[in-house]
């Protein structure tokens, strides 16, 4: 019979990220440089009007950062590693106990 080849073992490399034991915080690895697409996970259609923030803060529109969709993606170009921290998005007209977070780690 012919060999049995083994596999070369996997490249060392940035282990992927398990979902927190709580599950309330997705974490997203970005690429400095690159861009980058949150998604607001909030349910309710259609959206009003949602707030985003970074590290608690509300976040400020400018070139580099935009909110599309009436709140409920926020796009942010050139990410740089000033850019990571804890993104929320909350519905100002709505239940607001409702505050998805999600944790961006910038690399690169």
Same mark, same amino acid.
Do not use: I, N, S, T
């Given at each position: 019979g012919c060999p049995t080849r083994v596999p070369p073992p996997d490249p060392p490399g940035p282990c992927p990220t398990a979902p927190p034991s709580d599950g309330e915080i997705s974490i997203i690895t970005a690429v400095a440089g690159g861009q980058l697409l949150l998604?607001?996970?909030? #349910?309710?259609?259609p959206h009003p009007d949602i707030e985003w923030h970074r590290e608690g803060s509300p976040l400020q529109e400018d070139a580099r950062r935009q909110v599309l969709a009436q709140?409920?993606?926020?796009?942010?170009?050139?990410?740089?590693?000033?850019?990571? #921290?804890e993104y929320s998005c909350r519905a100002t007209r709505g239940p607001g106990d409702t505050d998805p977070r999600v944790r961006v780690r910038v690399h690169g």
């Open positions: 998604e607001c996970p909030e #349910g309710a259609e709140g409920r993606f926020l796009q942010l170009r050139a990410v740089a590693a000033a850019d990571g #921290g």
